[in-house]
DNA sequence: CTGAAAGCGCTTACAG
DNA sequence: CTGAAAGCGCTTACAG
């Protein structure tokens, strides 16, 4: 029934009337090298075009060991940070004649460990990974095959690889610097329960930043929920952490998601953000400009970070790094302020004012 | 330097002193029915889990010409919408055993159909694709190879095909309703500049419920943007057709994305939603419903459109479907009543008495 | 019950 | 400057 049968580098040379090599060489290009004339280079190009040949990529695979395809792990792709994280890697990819294989690993290790071993057998020459908390292991395999990987966005502690990552620590300690400055003293820090390197330099990086600032009228309270949490749980927590600790100024939302969910959480709590409450948020998300108030967050750069991995596992795939060495990238996030942290009055908190009943002060 | 040389069939045939065919016929589950002794069948097995013996699939795919991979085409897997839609179906398409290619077309012509050659020569065994405006001549000769793929989202105009789609007509048109119902009478219409079936069915939607009102008290104004418009652009023109048309008490955005867009524009114009004007728009987004005021839309149940065309299309690739038919499932959205078009008051509209210096009323 | 052999569509060392 | 031929690792029709 299929009228057009595929067209392949025989049927090429045959109408051609040269060798099957010849077609490779041009396709390949290969032609100056090989000292194709470019009269024959010419015509195997037109042909081509006009016929829609295409090079059958399962029988170069399996002749030349490559599949020109990479995989790509991530945490969740329905996710706007890792969205578009494979989106520019994807362009990227394709750029250098590359495929892009990816999967969500819903931050469950028997899922990631699956992924990358699916991966593993339809051949693809290299990793991209966001690991999960439990892969140490798989990594460790791949590592000792020598098969090309960066880890993104977070690393397996103890373990040396390639990787690119963002600095937390810094972005967590300029964005707690940033609420300081405007004269917040009471910040909340509400994070995930999690060893993973992202979060645990998050926090030091928050902790350190109220240290440094050397003021004992600093106080800090700390709220961590569980990632399996449901959504309606989180908020939950969230809204009796708030209410339980009315001394609080400012919040410090340590993940993108948790950023959405505490504000919606605030909503439902009647508080106003920024006059009872500031807050502000590590990572940006599509609409953060758009909610009012607009939020002030630390960025991660997902244009850098994307290129940067991509590139950096580019050179791997084509040993252009010694593969004794590992090179990891850190990239700097962006403090973006907004309207949600302005500089604090000087006035009593308004939340303790109407806590006990107080009228609020408007200054 | 890889002590770990791959192990192939030929091994597992030579070790056991048997030919690489019954080897192939256990792997493949083939030995009752070619009749394998049950002894060599384990020996088989056995040997197969202690060498770590995986089949290369480059080798099965050139033999069999399948792939076990599916090719998802969206426009964009930054998206809210598509990178939602393709997690489910990434899913749904590994619980049953195969891989997904993804890519993004960004609604470009020339990309979509790169990429649908691309993956065709990586051999994937079925598409599900959304469409862009160009490319009829690539969908019909994917039909006519009688290429297993299933159009999401949107169709080509009279080309027949398997398809995914929403019910655009109906959602346009309820949404509108509730507009009329709420007592908004001077809709704008802001859409992009397009042919395809989604975008032309939403605005038959909203005329259509204009028309079925029957009054004659109701206006309509439309604006149409260009698609390849930048961000900039379309804010701009956003901002211009609003402050020319100030008897707007409504507007009505035709796409998720151009309602961000155009809360931007109002916001950069001073405008209040909804006491100035009242917006809806079409499809959801993440933080619609956490913007001040939060935003009524016509959302698309992404759940029941991924598994409906990842499950479509493997009927289709296992043949489960009268090839000469074609299915097409349609689904309906969901309007979800927010905050941005409350009831209008009966006063004159805030805007006009803005516009003319006068002194807003309140009630 | 099992095997020898063809062939999927490429790439590349070798020969001229 | 160009070509004939081997071989990548499988599957499967055919033969016994």
Do not use: W
């Not at 396709?27 to 024959?40: D, H, R």
């Not at 250098?96 to 294989?101: D, E």
């Not at 990086?205 to 309606?232: E, R």
């Not at 959405?260 to 953060?288: R, T």
Request: hydrophobic share 40%.
């Amino acid at each position: 029934m299929n009228s057009t049968k595929k067209v392949s580098m025989k049927d090429i040379a045959k109408e051609l009337n040269i060798s099957i090599t010849t077609v490779s060489f041009v396709i390949n290009g290969k032609s100056e090298q090989k000292g194709i004339s470019l009269a024959t280079s010419n015509k195997v190009r037109e042909l081509i075009k006009k016929r829609g040949f295409n090079p059958n990529s399962a029988a170069r695979m399996l002749r030349t060991g490559k599949s020109k395809t990479i995989g790509l792990i991530v945490e969740d792709i329905g996710n706007y940070f890792f969205g578009n994280i494979a989106k520019i890697i994807e362009v990227e990819a394709n750029k250098n004649g590359y495929n892009v294989f990816y999967s969500s690993t819903e931050n469950n290790d028997n899922t990631a460990v699956e992924l990358i071993n699916k991966m593993r057998n339809s051949s693809v020459d290299g990793y991209i990974i966001t690991a999960t908390q439990g892969i140490k292991d798989e990594i460790l395999k791949l590592k000792k095959e020598n098969i090309p990987f960066v880890l993104i966005d977070r690393l397996i502690p103890d373990v040396e690889t390639n990787y690119v990552i963002l600095d937390n620590y810094s972005g967590s300690y300029d964005l707690t610097t940033h609420l300081l400055d405007n004269g917040y003293s009471n910040i909340g820090f509400i994070s995930i329960v999690s060893e993973m390197s992202m979060m645990t330099e998050r926090e030091k990086g928050f902790s350190n930043a109220l240290i440094d600032a050397q003021n004992n009228k600093l106080h800090s309270k700390t709220l961590k929920v569980g990632f399996s949490d449901s959504h309606q749980e989180m908020i939950a927590s969230i809204q009796s952490f708030v209410l339980e600790n009315p001394e609080l100024d400012a919040i410090f939302f340590a993940t993108n998601y948790l950023g959405v969910i505490g504000i919606e959480a605030l909503q439902k709590c009647h508080l106003n953000i920024p006059s009872d409450i500031a807050i502000v948020s590590f990572d940006d998300n599509d609409l953060f400009r758009l909610l009012t108030p607009s939020i002030t967050v630390a960025a991660q750069p997902i244009d850098e970070i994307a290129t940067a991995s991509i590139n950096l596992l580019l050179k791997i795939i084509n040993k252009e790094l010694r593969p004794s060495h590992t090179t990891g990238e850190v990239i700097k996030p962006v403090i973006i302020v907004r309207n949600s942290s302005p500089k604090k009055s000087n006035t009593k908190s308004n939340r303790l004012a109407k806590s006990s009943h107080a009228v609020s002060i408007v200054d």
